[in-house]
């Protein structure tokens, strides 16, 4: 009880912001369908129960798993094991996450089959898998992250010349959806394991962040070699209609349930396989601590099948008709407005967001707020949202406009923000696009798309989970200078976190 009702007062709060803003517009701007309606609220019931379970599964069961694999691999002293691991540990756990899976679903539906669906996991699985294996070395080698992130966004930058804008909005997107529920904390368990190791203390805080950051680059520049080698011509897109029955409140549920829980086992299978593996050979933990990380995986299953029912099943529905409604409207202020708002509130109920806000928190000792990071991170969100939108009304901006000069603000900060901040603001451009974006967001866009006579759902539609990835680059790298002013005011070092 005592670890239950702090988790569900958190999930209340970010949840219930956004189900009150879709209550407003359907009796104000956007009315729904009575059906659709009820839908919609049973989502935003499971999502509730479903997120609450799933955070107290990934605290006892999830992040052990990856911290005690992190101190292992490198334990071994062989550089061999720490790349064939990671090149294990980031196939596998980047198949099966579950957002990556959703949005693979949606450029196939979109494309009509031209990209499928199995090529997008595999490929994105194997450019995880890569960058996974080299951000674990850089740990180990001490080498700077914002020489990396330099390095790894270069190569994107030289590669997206040569991207078709098809694939370069899926290749962003990619990046922010295979960053999700399950991967996040996994990877970020996976960081401080290796860091831990390190004997210089303040080297392994600020190692503890950017595994995330390096991991998802391999999603961006793996979908935009798959553009460059396939030679795909111009690929349009229009959206599927008539999936359900609109009139029936249950059978959406009903039909989806199976779906869900076979990707979720899928996507937790591979955890379960590898924790009894490494503990049958290295981790030799007791009965009682082997049932705790087993009863913490079934709590992450449960947890994400409610959660992702209730998202596929209720909110994601209503995302499309809102979005094409309000689009459809002659004035579009409201829907760059409500766009604003729904970036605010959605990033709140993002799963991963609470586990990363929590570990930063942790890891600084309190001296970093996760208040103050999930506020900047709201107003970040919301912006890029807004701005996806703008992109959708006015053909002439193209994603790579908002995309190029965004990086090239964000690594340049790299080089005089604490570099503390380098790693938590990358490694939160990942996080910040988790399920509900992948799904609730990016239904919104599409659906404000497929409304405008000059937007494309496949170009246009998608890219918002990209600027969501990349807007809190710059936000929390900022809010790490404010920092650094402050500490320097007060006559303080900041504990280390001011360098």
Known sequence: MNVIVP???EVLFSVLPITAIVILLHFTLTPLETPQF?????????????LTIFLIGVDIGITPIGNRMGSTIVKSNKIWVVVVAGLLLGFFISAAEPDLHILAEQVDAVSAGLITKTSIVLVVS???????????????????????????????????????????????????????ALTVPFILALAIGVSRLKK?????EKDSFGLVAIASTGAIVAVMAMSILSKTSKIAGALEQGRTDPSSILDPFVQTLPLITGEVALSLAPVLVLFLAFQFLWFKLSGAAVRKVLFGIL??????????????????????????QLASRESHGYLILVAFALGMVTILAEPAVHVLTQQIEEVTSGYVRRIAVMATLAIAVAAAVALSIVRILVPEIQ?????????????GMSYFVPKLFVGIAFDSGGVASGPMTATFILAFT????????????LVDGFGVIAMVAMAPLIALQALGLIFRLKSKKGGVAGRGYAD
Not at 40 to 50: D, H, Q, S, T, V
Not at 301 to 309: A, C, E, P, T
Not at 310 to 317: D, L, P, R, S, T
């Open 7 to 9: 988790k569900l007062k």
């Open 38 to 50: 009820v839908r919609f609220l049973i989502g935003a019931a499971l999502i509730i129960l479903g």
């Open 126 to 180: 194997l450019g995880i898998a890569v960058m996974l294996s080299l951000g674990m070395l850089r740990i180990v080698y001490d080498f700077p992250l914002y020489i990396t992130l330099t390095i790894l966004y270069g190569l994107i930058l030289l590669l997206s010349f040569f991207t078709s804008k098809e694939f370069m909005a899926v290749a962003f997107d990619a990046s922010g959806a295979t960053t999700g």
């Open 200 to 204: 210089n203390s303040k080297s392994s």
């Open 299 to 324: 709590f992450a299953l449960i947890g994400l099948v409610l959660f992702l029912l209730g998202v596929n099943a209720g909110f994601m529905e209503v995302g499309v008709t809102v979005g094409y």
């Open 399 to 411: 994603l790579w406009h908002y995309l190029l000069p965004g990086y090239l603000i964000a690594i």
């Open 446 to 457: 599409q659906g404000a798309a497929e409304a405008i006579d000059t937007a494309d759902v």
